[in-house]
């Protein structure tokens, strides 16, 4: 017998009785984005393997150890996109949408990296990004975090998260912080673990968001980036601040906070919760102003965050939110020859009446015993009767499988009109 063959680890199966879950979450997103005007932007999975060495930075653990890259049949470099802001930075150049124009765009869609797969953590996972180009301001800033604000509010979860703040400046003045910060780190270079060591010369200020609990000291002694910001950097920031501050959003400023990819600059944030363990952090985000040009556009200013969509269904239920859910309103009974005949027309009929209506059919014959058994495993509230009476007298029995309610007999119209006031009932 053969050998089953199984999922590649750390991509997993999405299964019925989970999709629910995630299809409430993207509709209250996408609802939240139209009503901010986003517009949704749809990129490959698969680009040059030189986009992400430009823009996420050769020395970052992503290029060096996660993406997964391979040799197409033209010998070209290609990689499956880590992360999504690189990919829609090339769209907007190569589809002219960035020069001198002002963009609000949102995707979706799976990410993939190499990496120990644990929870909140896969190879294949899902997020949805959005970024707004054109714009430099300390406003679409706040209009970000204030509109992941909305939505945590949307989704029953603002009790959970926390908003985390900081600012890394502009280059210049993050790179004479970091001549700072490596003396500091020398000075307690056995302090360091070993990959903190490697990043020493590479990547220093990513130690500052070292997990290792050995080093929260050393880590918390260490100079602060926003001691040693910019005149700009700092007006910026202030400026943000003081509009949360107004919209009463609270935050906590995380002068550790420098997140993982090489093109941020003044603004990050980032949402997390305890609620998931290790991996806490279920949106993040900030500025991005020097990537167009970094990729080959002209200079343009840039904000974006991305949400991690398998945390955030997992944070979803674990609050145990009432999700949406798409159970069919009616399930189609037909027992006999002349019903299983007219059946399936019927419902033709009544999802041409009623284009709103979830109905499913039973096919596959069987008793009215056994057909019921699947309505009420259906989870729809109604059956709808159809049996070679029925048939015969142009009528349609409706049986309420979820409340004590009185079982009709209809016409087959009046039958379109009953369900149609109770697809308004039910919406209110």
Known sequence: MSKHIQAVRGMNDILPEETPTWRHLEEVVRQLLDAYGYHEIRMPIVEKTELFKRSIGEVTD???????????????????????????????????????????????????RHERPQKGRYRQFHQIGVEVFGLDGPDIDAEHILMTARLWKMLGLDAVVELQLNSLG??????????????????????????SRRRLDSNPLRILDSKNPEMRPLIEAAPKLTDHLDEESQAHFDTLCAILDEAGVEYHIN???????????????????NKLGAQGTVCAGG????????????????????????????????????????QPHAYLVQVGEAAQRRGLLLAEQLRDALPLLRLEVHCGGGSFKSQFKKADKSRAPLALILGDEEVANGTLGIKFLRE??????????????????YLIRSAT
């Open 62 to 112: 992503i290029v060096e150890k996660e993406m997964y890259t391979f040799e197409d049949r033209n010998g070209d470099m290609l990689t499956l996109r880590p992360e999504g802001t690189a990919g829609c930075v090339r769209a907007g150049i190569q589809n002219g949408l960035l020069h001198n124009q002002q963009q609000r765009l949102w995707y979706r869609g799976p990410m993939f």
């Open 170 to 195: 502009t280059v210049a003045s993050r790179a004479a912080y970091r001549g700072i910060l490596v003396e500091y780190l020398w000075h307690h270079v056995d302090a360091l673990d070993e990959d």
């Open 255 to 273: 002068p550790c906070l420098v997140r993982g990819l090489d093109y941020y600059g003044k603004t990050v944030f980032e949402w997390v919760t």
């Open 287 to 326: 500025r991005f102003d020097g990537l167009v040009e970094q990729l080959g556009g002209k200079p343009t200013p840039a904000m974006g965050f991305a949400m991690g969509v398998e945390r955030l269904v997992s944070l979803l239920e674990a609050e145990h939110v009432p999700e949406e859910h798409y």
């Open 404 to 421: 004590e309610t009185e079982q009709k007999l209809l016409s087959q119209q009046d039958v379109i009109d009953y369900l149609s006031g």
